[in-house]
């Protein structure tokens, strides 16, 4: 795609793994917000984690392994904090966390 400037379906840029799914143009914009929403739910601090970690990455230039230990150190770090506690009781007790903002 990037060299021959070819556009690509959305069923091979699954296969490539460049999207996660792909919907029918009528239930796009609900399946859109629901992801919104998820996102929502989420505590601006972890949500802050996870993007400083992926553009850590990419100012390296960080290689697969590199962009391993970035995250891997990015994972260890959060566990010392209020949100992963709570997500972590929530996930052993199959139960929506209950996150205080």
Known sequence: MLFTGENISA????????????FDSQVLEQETLKLANQIAQTPL?????GKQAFYEQIEKG????EAYDISNFTMS???SNEFAN??????????Q???KL
């Open 45 to 49: 601090p972890l949500l802050s984690l």
């Open 11 to 22: 069923q091979i840029a699954l296969e490539y793994g460049l999207v996660n799914k792909i």
């Open 86 to 95: 709570e997500g972590i009781k929530a996930f052993l007790e199959k139960k």
């Open 62 to 65: 960080a290689n697969l392994f």
């Open 97 to 99: 966390p209950s996150w």
């Open 77 to 79: 770090s959060n566990l």
